[in-house]
């Protein structure tokens, strides 16, 4: 079953997730919110330089303009963001974080040394970047741009000191207390970050498997009333068409009407009425079976034979790739049904000179066959329901052939499926979990019980 559905609805339940960027107004409200802490960081420790001027001077006009310009970035990015239309590209989130980082980390270094002081209250600025790095970044980077701000805490503490010796320890011991800080900050806000996100993923599963497991039960419940309706129509249709198919050709038996076209039309008709009736019964009974040990190649070099004479008056030619021994579990008769199927499918979605491939090998304890033909491709509104019973996109069928198939392969534990769907190349495959080669096996026609 498509998973894109359950992820929709995860999606609908929680439209913007705010760890993840994982869509416009999730990306929009996360700059928002670090583009307002910068902001308000700013205007607080201006207000808080001007307010305590006596301790670290007034603001000169260079820190004041410096101070101008990152507030007017910060602006323009949080108008640049609000004014987006459309996600952008995981490239450019990444390159705005990068700028962000550079943007908060060039603040705090430049406007921390024109304060001139050796304990400057710009180091603050320091503390977004290491926030950034913790919601974009993976561990490493994080470590990375923890070192980086922490070099931006000592440099402005040793180019004072440069100029106003004589060093005092105790301040370098606050800067070091300060690097402590932000390396704490930055652990703990990416671990909450990486938690988050994990149980965020676990929730999209967890959704997206009670979605699957809720629309399983619902088709199984649909076509268990099915079932039983189609069985109920089929029985009463079955009797009466044959009645009617044998009275026509009994009637074309007199020599006056043997050639009557419309005779022949009825005749035709009825023989698919009782094909229809006959599939609909056969899909309601199916359940179960007692499996014996089969040779697949061997049911399907049977089933290729027996459509080879369809094949050749439609021009096409059927390949078989036998692939070597390969044993199930089955009921050989059911088998022999599923894979006659498929091939009259592919037979019958062909041209003239084209060729339907059958493929046996063995992967992942399980036996594949697939069965590929030329052909369009299935619209994209029907892929979905083309197992659907009595589904059907030609004309004159029953649309009951892959739905057969396909049950077929569930009540043996496989499972059948499209898995190419491109122009000049349509390919089903078909699964089920494979046995180990029995002894004297390989000369033992188990499928039909004959001797090879």
């Not at 619209?379 to 057969?404: C, H, Q, V, Y």
Request: with cysteine; aromatic share 8%; proline share 5%.
């Amino acid at each position: 079953m498509d998973n894109s559905a359950g992820r929709d609805l995860f999606k609908k339940l929680f439209p913007a997730s705010s760890l993840v960027a994982s869509g416009l107004p999730a990306f929009q409200r996360q700059e928002t919110i670090f583009v307002t802490l910068d902001l308000s960081l700013l205007s607080i420790l201006l207000v808080s330089h001007a307010l305590l001027s006596t301790y670290w001077g007034n603001p000169s006009t260079l820190l004041v303009s410096v101070l101008g310009i990152g507030f007017s970035l910060r602006s323009a990015e949080f108008i640049w963001v609000h004014s987006l239309s459309e996600m952008p590209s995981q490239r450019a989130i990444i390159r705005l974080t990068w700028l962000s980082i550079y943007l908060d980390f060039a603040l705090g270094v430049i406007l921390s040394i024109l304060t001139n002081s050796e304990d400057p209250p710009y180091y603050l600025l320091l503390v977004v970047p290491v926030l950034l790095a913790a919601f974009r970044f993976p561990a490493p980077k994080v470590a990375l741009i923890i070192l980086l701000c922490s070099f931006g805490v000592f440099f402005p503490v040793w180019a004072f000191f440069r100029q106003h010796p004589p060093v005092e320890i105790l301040e370098y011991l606050e800067a070091g207390v300060s690097s402590v800080l932000l390396f704490i900050v930055g652990s703990v806000v990416w671990m909450l970050v990486r938690d988050l996100r994990q149980r965020e993923e676990e929730a999209e599963h967890h959704l997206v498997t009670l979605y699957q497991t809720r629309q399983k039960l619902l088709e199984e419940e649909k076509l268990v009333a099915l079932g039983h309706l189609s069985a109920a129509i089929a029985g009463e249709i079955l009797t009466p068409a044959a009645y009617i198919w044998e009275s026509i050709a009994e009637a074309r038996q007199t020599p006056a009407i043997e050639g009557d076209p419309k005779l022949q039309a009825a005749q035709t008709e009825a023989s698919r009425l009782i094909s229809l009736a006959s599939d609909f019964l056969f899909y309601a009974r199916l359940d179960a079976s007692t499996g014996t040990v089969t040779s697949v190649p061997l049911v399907a070099a049977d089933v290729v034979d027996s459509c080879r004479g369809r094949a050749e008056e439609m021009g096409v030619k059927v390949v078989l790739d036998q692939g070597g021994e390969l044993f199930i579990d089955a009921d050989p008769i059911l088998l022999r049904q599923a894979i006659m199927k498929l091939v009259q499918n592919a037979i019958e979605a062909c041209g003239k000179g084209d060729v339907v491939e059958v493929r046996l090998y063995g992967r992942d304890q399980s036996v594949c066959l697939e069965v590929q033909n030329p052909g369009a491709p299935i619209a994209d509104n029907n892929r979905t329901r083309i197992f659907e019973p009595f589904f059907t996109t030609k004309a004159g069928g029953t649309g009951m052939g892959l739905s057969i198939s396909r049950k077929i392969a569930r009540i043996h534990g496989g499972d059948l499926e499209l898995i190419s769907n491109d122009p000049g190349k349509i390919c089903f495959l078909f699964t089920i979990p494979a046995l180990e080669a029995p002894r004297g096996a390989a000369s033992k026609r188990v499928a039909f019980g004959v001797s090879s």
